[in-house]
């Protein structure tokens, strides 16, 4: 199993960037995804996930309407969007594989992760 980010970089507060996650080496339509970050100090924060079929997808409040998950199956692809960026939206972005069986309502677990992928937001 092997996840890789990209796509993060630094932006002006108020742009926006496009993190992709390649998966590969296991079926990746049959499974949930998640997005993960973590910032400088502070412990791991979930900001999406995506079902396997891409049409159900969960934010908490701090990125709702701002950042949109998505994926193309027939690729192997993760993606997020993310808007309206802000400072405290700077962390090491991360794409995680959703452990089969678990959910929002039962608490997302995480069996692979990606090596993250660096968004800074600064003027």
């Known amino acids: 199993v092997q996840l890789v980010e990209s796509g993060g970089g630094l932006v002006q507060p108020g742009g926006s960037l496009r993190l992709s996650c390649a998966a590969s080496?296991?079926?990746?339509?049959?499974?949930?995804m998640s997005w993960v970050r973590q910032a400088p100090g502070k412990g791991p924060e979930w900001i999406s996930s995506?079902?396997?079929?891409?049409?159900?997808?969960y934010y908490p409040d701090s990125v709702k309407g701002r950042f949109t998950i998505s994926r193309d199956n027939a690729k192997n692809t993760l993606y997020l969007q993310m808007n309206s960026l802000k400072p405290e939206d700077t962390a090491l972005y991360y794409c995680?594989?959703?452990?089969?069986?678990?959910?929002?309502?039962?608490?997302?677990?995480?069996?692979?992760w990606g090596q993250g992928t660096q968004v800074t937001v600064s003027s």
């Open positions: 995506i079902n396997t079929g891409g049409g159900g997808t």
């Open positions: 080496g296991f079926t990746f339509s049959m499974y949930d």
């Open positions: 995680a594989r959703v452990v089969i069986g678990t959910s929002q309502l039962t608490g997302y677990e995480y069996d692979y």
